[in-house]
Protein backbone atom coordinates (compact mmCIF):
# COMPACT_ATOMS: atom_id res chain seq x y z
CA UNK A 1 0.00 0.00 0.00
CA UNK A 2 1.44 3.21 -1.11
CA UNK A 3 -0.46 5.48 1.76
CA UNK A 4 -2.28 4.16 5.05
CA UNK A 5 -3.91 6.50 7.30
CA UNK A 6 -5.07 4.62 10.42
CA UNK A 7 -7.23 6.47 13.32
CA UNK A 8 -5.88 9.51 12.81
CA UNK A 9 -6.88 12.60 15.50
CA UNK A 10 -6.52 15.96 15.62
CA UNK A 11 -7.28 18.82 17.65
CA UNK A 12 -7.47 22.48 17.30
CA UNK A 13 -7.32 24.49 20.53
CA UNK A 14 -9.35 27.44 19.98
CA UNK A 15 -11.01 30.62 22.17
CA UNK A 16 -13.72 28.80 21.62
CA UNK A 17 -12.48 25.02 23.84
CA UNK A 18 -11.09 22.52 21.49
CA UNK A 19 -12.20 21.72 18.39
CA UNK A 20 -11.93 18.27 17.44
CA UNK A 21 -11.19 18.46 13.50
CA UNK A 22 -10.48 15.06 13.06
CA UNK A 23 -11.58 12.13 14.83
CA UNK A 24 -10.53 8.77 14.15
CA UNK A 25 -10.08 9.10 10.56
CA UNK A 26 -8.94 5.65 8.83
CA UNK A 27 -8.12 5.59 4.52
CA UNK A 28 -5.54 4.20 1.60
CA UNK A 29 -4.46 4.75 -1.24
CA UNK A 30 -2.69 2.79 -3.73
CA UNK A 31 -0.25 3.56 -6.45
CA UNK A 32 -1.99 4.53 -10.18
CA UNK A 33 -5.01 5.10 -7.72
CA UNK A 34 -7.25 8.17 -7.34
CA UNK A 35 -9.52 8.24 -3.72
CA UNK A 36 -11.78 11.21 -3.40
CA UNK A 37 -12.54 12.91 -0.44
CA UNK A 38 -15.60 14.58 -0.26
CA UNK A 39 -17.49 16.81 2.23
CA UNK A 40 -18.42 20.36 2.87
CA UNK A 41 -16.00 22.57 4.52
CA UNK A 42 -15.32 21.90 8.42
CA UNK A 43 -15.44 18.55 7.62
CA UNK A 44 -12.12 17.59 8.31
CA UNK A 45 -11.08 16.26 4.91
CA UNK A 46 -8.13 19.35 4.47
CA UNK A 47 -6.99 18.86 7.91
CA UNK A 48 -6.55 15.30 7.59
CA UNK A 49 -4.44 16.17 4.38
CA UNK A 50 -2.44 18.64 6.01
CA UNK A 51 -1.50 16.22 8.26
CA UNK A 52 -0.68 13.45 5.53
CA UNK A 53 1.60 16.20 4.24
CA UNK A 54 3.04 17.15 7.49
CA UNK A 55 2.14 20.56 7.21
CA UNK A 56 -0.14 20.65 10.57
CA UNK A 57 1.57 20.10 13.43
CA UNK A 58 2.04 22.71 15.18
CA UNK A 59 -0.05 25.00 17.30
CA UNK A 60 -2.75 25.08 17.27
CA UNK A 61 -3.25 21.96 15.45
CA UNK A 62 -2.21 18.81 16.93
CA UNK A 63 -2.22 15.27 15.92
CA UNK A 64 -3.28 13.43 19.35
CA UNK A 65 -3.31 9.80 17.89
CA UNK A 66 -2.92 7.83 14.42
CA UNK A 67 -0.79 6.85 12.01
CA UNK A 68 -0.11 7.71 8.82
CA UNK A 69 1.79 5.21 6.73
CA UNK A 70 3.73 5.85 3.86
CA UNK A 71 5.48 2.55 1.82
CA UNK A 72 4.84 1.05 5.29
CA UNK A 73 6.86 4.08 7.15
CA UNK A 74 5.36 6.07 9.92
CA UNK A 75 5.85 9.58 8.58
CA UNK A 76 4.79 10.73 12.30
CA UNK A 77 7.42 9.29 13.89
CA UNK A 78 9.86 11.24 11.46
CA UNK A 79 11.82 13.97 11.81
CA UNK A 80 10.91 17.40 10.79
CA UNK A 81 14.30 17.38 8.54
CA UNK A 82 13.69 13.46 6.80
CA UNK A 83 9.79 14.84 6.87
CA UNK A 84 10.94 17.59 4.83
CA UNK A 85 12.91 15.63 2.23
CA UNK A 86 9.62 13.18 1.89
CA UNK A 87 7.28 16.33 0.88
CA UNK A 88 8.27 17.77 -2.54
CA UNK A 89 9.57 14.43 -3.97
CA UNK A 90 7.43 11.62 -2.63
CA UNK A 91 4.63 13.86 -1.96
CA UNK A 92 3.21 16.73 -2.91
CA UNK A 93 0.54 19.11 -2.54
CA UNK A 94 -1.99 21.28 -4.89
CA UNK A 95 -3.88 24.11 -3.17
CA UNK A 96 -6.85 25.99 -4.25
CA UNK A 97 -5.24 29.35 -4.65
CA UNK A 98 -2.73 29.21 -6.77
CA UNK A 99 -2.41 32.81 -6.97
CA UNK A 100 -1.39 32.76 -3.37
CA UNK A 101 0.80 29.44 -3.28
CA UNK A 102 3.43 30.81 -6.37
CA UNK A 103 5.85 33.69 -5.41
CA UNK A 104 4.46 36.75 -7.44
CA UNK A 105 8.10 38.15 -7.52
CA UNK A 106 9.64 35.47 -9.12
CA UNK A 107 9.19 34.16 -13.09
CA UNK A 108 7.52 30.66 -13.29
CA UNK A 109 10.40 29.91 -15.03
CA UNK A 110 12.61 30.24 -12.04
CA UNK A 111 9.71 28.63 -9.23
CA UNK A 112 9.18 25.48 -11.58
CA UNK A 113 13.55 26.04 -11.84
CA UNK A 114 14.25 26.04 -8.37
CA UNK A 115 12.28 22.67 -7.64
CA UNK A 116 15.39 21.38 -9.63
CA UNK A 117 18.41 23.63 -8.48
CA UNK A 118 17.36 22.69 -5.09
CA UNK A 119 16.31 19.06 -5.01
CA UNK A 120 18.47 17.88 -7.89
CA UNK A 121 21.37 20.29 -7.78
CA UNK A 122 21.46 20.69 -11.44
CA UNK A 123 22.25 24.35 -13.41
CA UNK A 124 20.59 27.53 -13.82
CA UNK A 125 20.50 26.20 -17.72
CA UNK A 126 19.55 22.51 -17.12
CA UNK A 127 16.57 23.73 -14.48
CA UNK A 128 15.61 26.24 -17.08
CA UNK A 129 15.04 23.59 -20.35
CA UNK A 130 13.10 21.10 -16.95
CA UNK A 131 10.97 24.22 -16.46
CA UNK A 132 9.97 24.36 -20.26
CA UNK A 133 9.44 20.42 -20.86
CA UNK A 134 7.29 20.56 -17.64
CA UNK A 135 5.12 23.79 -18.73
CA UNK A 136 4.65 21.44 -21.92
CA UNK A 137 3.68 18.69 -20.16
CA UNK A 138 1.07 20.60 -18.57
CA UNK A 139 -0.17 22.44 -22.12
CA UNK A 140 0.81 25.77 -21.22
CA UNK A 141 1.27 27.71 -24.91
CA UNK A 142 4.02 28.96 -25.67
CA UNK A 143 6.07 27.34 -22.91
CA UNK A 144 9.38 29.10 -23.82
CA UNK A 145 8.46 32.73 -23.98
CA UNK A 146 6.16 31.85 -21.28
CA UNK A 147 8.50 30.74 -18.97
CA UNK A 148 9.59 34.19 -18.10
CA UNK A 149 6.59 35.45 -16.96
CA UNK A 150 5.19 36.15 -13.73
CA UNK A 151 2.18 33.92 -12.02
CA UNK A 152 -0.32 37.12 -12.68
CA UNK A 153 0.21 37.34 -15.85
CA UNK A 154 -1.05 33.91 -16.84
CA UNK A 155 -5.06 33.16 -16.52
CA UNK A 156 -6.42 30.78 -13.34
CA UNK A 157 -6.86 28.09 -15.85
CA UNK A 158 -3.06 28.35 -16.70
CA UNK A 159 -1.66 28.68 -13.18
CA UNK A 160 -3.21 26.43 -11.87
CA UNK A 161 -1.25 24.19 -14.13
CA UNK A 162 1.42 25.80 -12.91
CA UNK A 163 0.95 24.47 -9.77
CA UNK A 164 0.23 21.14 -11.09
CA UNK A 165 3.88 21.67 -13.02
CA UNK A 166 5.42 22.00 -9.84
CA UNK A 167 3.51 19.54 -8.14
CA UNK A 168 4.97 17.12 -10.40
CA UNK A 169 8.56 17.90 -11.39
CA UNK A 170 10.14 15.82 -8.44
CA UNK A 171 7.99 12.78 -9.83
CA UNK A 172 6.17 12.30 -6.81
CA UNK A 173 4.60 9.03 -5.58
CA UNK A 174 1.75 10.60 -4.13
CA UNK A 175 -0.29 13.70 -5.30
CA UNK A 176 -2.79 15.52 -2.79
CA UNK A 177 -5.08 17.94 -4.68
CA UNK A 178 -7.35 20.22 -2.19
CA UNK A 179 -9.80 21.81 -4.60
CA UNK A 180 -7.97 21.91 -7.50
CA UNK A 181 -10.68 23.53 -9.33
CA UNK A 182 -12.62 24.90 -7.05
CA UNK A 183 -12.11 28.84 -8.04
CA UNK A 184 -11.93 28.05 -12.01
CA UNK A 185 -15.02 28.07 -14.03
CA UNK A 186 -16.72 24.97 -15.17
CA UNK A 187 -15.23 24.38 -18.82
CA UNK A 188 -11.44 25.38 -17.25
CA UNK A 189 -12.49 23.20 -14.32
CA UNK A 190 -13.20 20.24 -16.95
CA UNK A 191 -9.78 20.23 -18.24
CA UNK A 192 -7.38 21.15 -15.41
CA UNK A 193 -9.46 18.27 -13.87
CA UNK A 194 -8.90 15.57 -17.04
CA UNK A 195 -5.28 16.90 -17.05
CA UNK A 196 -4.63 15.83 -13.78
CA UNK A 197 -6.43 12.51 -13.77
CA UNK A 198 -3.91 11.91 -17.34
CA UNK A 199 -0.76 12.75 -15.54
CA UNK A 200 -1.90 10.56 -12.54
CA UNK A 201 -2.57 7.40 -14.96
CA UNK A 202 0.81 8.07 -16.82
CA UNK A 203 3.02 8.09 -13.48
CA UNK A 204 0.76 5.87 -12.15
CA UNK A 205 0.98 8.39 -9.20
CA UNK A 206 -1.61 7.72 -5.61
CA UNK A 207 -4.13 10.93 -6.41
CA UNK A 208 -6.35 12.05 -3.44
CA UNK A 209 -8.45 14.49 -4.36
CA UNK A 210 -10.25 16.55 -1.85
CA UNK A 211 -13.60 18.01 -2.98
CA UNK A 212 -17.30 19.46 -1.43
CA UNK A 213 -18.44 18.58 -5.29
CA UNK A 214 -19.29 15.52 -6.16
CA UNK A 215 -19.77 16.33 -9.64
CA UNK A 216 -16.33 16.62 -10.46
CA UNK A 217 -15.15 13.06 -8.74
CA UNK A 218 -17.28 10.64 -11.18
CA UNK A 219 -15.03 10.30 -14.17
CA UNK A 220 -11.73 10.38 -12.36
CA UNK A 221 -12.15 8.76 -9.02
CA UNK A 222 -11.71 4.75 -8.21
CA UNK A 223 -13.05 5.55 -4.32
CA UNK A 224 -14.55 7.95 -1.97
CA UNK A 225 -14.44 8.52 1.18
CA UNK A 226 -17.42 10.76 2.49
CA UNK A 227 -16.48 12.77 5.62
CA UNK A 228 -18.70 14.91 7.93
CA UNK A 229 -17.68 16.33 11.61
CA UNK A 230 -14.26 14.83 11.27
CA UNK A 231 -15.17 11.29 10.50
CA UNK A 232 -15.60 8.99 7.80
CA UNK A 233 -19.40 8.52 7.45
CA UNK A 234 -19.12 6.26 3.58
CA UNK A 235 -16.31 4.71 1.80
CA UNK A 236 -17.25 3.00 -1.74
CA UNK A 237 -15.98 2.38 -5.06
CA UNK A 238 -17.42 5.43 -6.77
CA UNK A 239 -20.02 3.81 -8.88
CA UNK A 240 -21.19 1.71 -5.95
CA UNK A 241 -22.02 5.50 -4.55
CA UNK A 242 -23.64 7.15 -7.46
CA UNK A 243 -25.94 3.99 -7.82
CA UNK A 244 -27.33 4.05 -4.33
CA UNK A 245 -25.44 5.42 -1.38
CA UNK A 246 -25.60 3.94 1.92
CA UNK A 247 -25.81 7.37 4.00
CA UNK A 248 -28.15 10.28 4.22
CA UNK A 249 -25.57 12.38 4.41
CA UNK A 250 -23.99 10.94 0.53
CA UNK A 251 -27.45 10.90 -0.80
CA UNK A 252 -27.86 14.38 0.44
CA UNK A 253 -25.04 15.30 -1.55
CA UNK A 254 -26.01 13.68 -4.51
CA UNK A 255 -29.53 15.18 -4.63
CA UNK A 256 -27.72 18.56 -4.54
CA UNK A 257 -25.90 18.26 -7.99
CA UNK A 258 -27.55 19.88 -10.67
CA UNK A 259 -28.44 17.40 -13.45
CA UNK A 260 -29.20 17.98 -17.24
CA UNK A 261 -31.79 15.64 -17.60
CA UNK A 262 -33.50 17.36 -14.24
CA UNK A 263 -33.00 21.13 -16.01
CA UNK A 264 -36.16 23.22 -13.87
CA UNK A 265 -36.62 20.78 -11.04
CA UNK A 266 -35.47 22.59 -7.95
CA UNK A 267 -32.14 21.83 -6.65
CA UNK A 268 -31.58 19.66 -2.94
CA UNK A 269 -30.15 21.23 -0.27
CA UNK A 270 -28.95 19.37 2.94
CA UNK A 271 -30.72 21.58 5.44
CA UNK A 272 -28.79 23.25 8.15
CA UNK A 273 -24.92 23.63 8.78
CA UNK A 274 -22.39 21.54 9.92
CA UNK A 275 -21.87 21.12 13.08
CA UNK A 276 -19.23 23.59 15.13
CA UNK A 277 -15.92 21.33 15.94
CA UNK A 278 -15.96 22.24 19.14
CA UNK A 279 -19.37 21.52 20.31
CA UNK A 280 -19.99 18.16 17.96
CA UNK A 281 -23.61 16.99 18.17
CA UNK A 282 -23.71 13.39 20.68
CA UNK A 283 -24.66 10.08 18.77
CA UNK A 284 -24.38 10.52 14.93
CA UNK A 285 -23.39 13.93 14.60
CA UNK A 286 -25.39 14.35 11.58
CA UNK A 287 -28.54 13.61 13.27
CA UNK A 288 -29.66 17.61 13.44
CA UNK A 289 -29.99 17.20 9.44
CA UNK A 290 -30.74 13.52 8.81
CA UNK A 291 -34.17 12.79 6.90
CA UNK A 292 -33.92 9.45 8.61
CA UNK A 293 -32.65 10.23 11.75
CA UNK A 294 -34.81 8.35 14.56
CA UNK A 295 -34.41 8.40 18.40
CA UNK A 296 -30.93 6.09 18.78
CA UNK A 297 -29.24 8.45 16.33
CA UNK A 298 -29.50 11.35 19.03
CA UNK A 299 -27.78 9.00 21.88
CA UNK A 300 -25.38 6.46 19.95
CA UNK A 301 -22.49 6.89 17.47
CA UNK A 302 -22.53 4.77 14.64
CA UNK A 303 -19.71 2.92 13.84
CA UNK A 304 -18.26 2.20 10.31
CA UNK A 305 -20.69 -0.69 9.39
CA UNK A 306 -19.46 -3.06 6.43
CA UNK A 307 -21.82 -2.85 4.27
CA UNK A 308 -20.34 -4.96 1.54
CA UNK A 309 -22.74 -6.30 -0.67
CA UNK A 310 -20.29 -7.11 -3.96
CA UNK A 311 -16.12 -7.61 -3.79
CA UNK A 312 -15.79 -4.10 -3.36
CA UNK A 313 -15.00 -2.96 0.43
CA UNK A 314 -18.00 -0.43 1.61
CA UNK A 315 -18.37 0.98 4.50
CA UNK A 316 -21.37 3.39 6.31
CA UNK A 317 -21.46 5.00 9.42
CA UNK A 318 -25.51 5.08 9.86
CA UNK A 319 -27.40 3.14 11.96
CA UNK A 320 -29.97 2.82 9.45
CA UNK A 321 -28.06 1.93 6.11
CA UNK A 322 -30.17 -0.97 4.69
CA UNK A 323 -32.98 1.23 4.71
CA UNK A 324 -30.82 4.06 2.51
CA UNK A 325 -29.44 1.48 0.38
CA UNK A 326 -32.70 -0.28 -0.72
CA UNK A 327 -35.00 2.47 0.63
FE1 LIG B 1 -29.28 9.73 9.96
FE2 LIG B 1 -29.35 8.20 12.13
FE3 LIG B 1 -28.06 7.37 9.97
FE4 LIG B 1 -27.11 9.36 11.44
S1 LIG B 1 -27.34 7.24 12.08
S2 LIG B 1 -27.22 9.29 9.25
S3 LIG B 1 -28.98 10.40 12.04
S4 LIG B 1 -30.26 7.74 10.16
MG1 LIG C 1 -10.65 22.88 2.86
Known amino acids: ML ?3 RDLHVEFHTRDGVARAVNGVSYAVEAGETLAVLGESGSGKSVTAQAVMGILDMPPGRITAGEVLFEGRDLLKLKEEERRKVRGAEMAMIFQDALSSLNPVLTVGDQLGEMFTVHRGMSRKDA ?3 AVELMDRVRIPAARERVRQYPHQFSGGMRQRIM ?6 LEPKLIIADEPTTALDVTVQAQVMELLAELQREFRMGLILITH ?3 VVADVADKIAVMYAGRIVESAPVHDIYKAPAHPYTRGLLDSIPRLDQKGRELYAIKGLPPNLTRIPPGCAFHPRCPMAQEVCRTDVPPLYDVTESDAE ?6 FWRECLHG
Not at 314 to 319: D, E, K, Q
Open 164 to 169: IAMAMA
Open 213 to 215: DLG
Open 314 to 319: RGSACH
Open 128 to 130: RAK
Open 3 to 5: LEV
